[in-house]
């Protein structure tokens, strides 16, 4: 499977203020996901990323709040913008592997904290 | 749209048990079926799959699962566990042609000694 790695692996940041997080994968593939695991709770789906055009977002998620770009086939940011604690969660990438099954394989993760 | 329950939220079990993890989906389409397992301060690994073919489908670390469409299920057990399996364990679906997963809330499964 695709390594992928995501950077910051962790962040504290005050409230108002912006994060962007990486991710990046060691080969080329056609659709990357950005989910939030918020504390004690399961994964959501917030966007899909789009190489070469706008991200598609999931109810309950907006573009100003989490703008994503995908520069190319093996790269994606996701930014938070406007920060509140309420935004303290887990935020994932994952690509999509289509050799061997359709299977979605996860970044290690950004763990974020507002304060 | 799909949707996932895990019937339930924590398991505990002894060491060398079998352990059993109930997953349930409703979707009007045909789906894909995952059982993913997130280790204490660590990421999300793939334990297997369903897309199709054989029901009943084997993978990492001794676990399997049988998919039973008639009862849209997705059970994962394994027939003996380890310390090491003590685990949040997630089902999540996907609907074949969008690849998007919608997850389940997760089992803890807490095994001991």
């Known amino acids: 499977s695709a390594v992928i790695s995501q950077k910051p692996s962790r962040d504290i940041c005050q409230r108002g203020t912006s994060l962007t997080i990486q991710c990046q994968v060691d080969?080329?593939?056609?659709?990357m996901f950005w989910y939030r695991q918020q504390p004690g709770q399961s994964l959501t789906l917030i966007a899909t990323a789009n190489q070469g055009s706008e991200a598609t977002y999931e109810s309950g998620f907006v573009i100003d709040k989490f703008p994503i770009s995908r520069p190319n086939l093996t790269f994606s940011t996701l930014t938070v913008s406007n920060m509140s604690p309420e935004d303290s969660s887990i935020y994932l990438c994952?690509?999509?592997?289509?050799?061997?099954?359709?299977?979605?394989?996860f970044g290690p993760g950004t763990r974020l904290t507002v304060l | 749209a799909q949707s996932v329950t895990q019937l339930d939220s924590q398991v505990p079990v002894f060491e060398e048990a079998p352990v059993e993890l109930r997953c349930n989906y409703s979707?009007?389409?045909?789906?894909?079926l995952f059982w993913y397992v997130q280790y204490p301060n660590q990421g999300l690994q793939l334990l297997l799959k369903?897309?199709?073919?054989?029901?009943l489908v084997k993978g990492i670390n001794g676990f399997e699962a049988e998919f039973n469409k008639s009862q849209t299920s997705f059970h994962l057990r394994k027939p003996s566990v380890h310390i090491s399996d003590t685990a949040e364990y997630f089902c999540?679906?996907?609907?074949?042609?969008?690849?998007?997963?919608?997850f389940g809330a997760g089992t803890t499964v807490t095994v001991r000694a």
């Open positions: 080969s080329q593939v056609t659709m």
């Open positions: 994952s690509v999509l592997e289509r050799e061997g099954g359709d299977t979605q394989y």
């Open positions: 979707s009007s389409v045909s789906v894909y």
């Open positions: 999540a679906v996907s609907i074949s042609f969008d690849y998007k997963l919608s």
């Open positions: 369903y897309l199709s073919g054989s029901t």
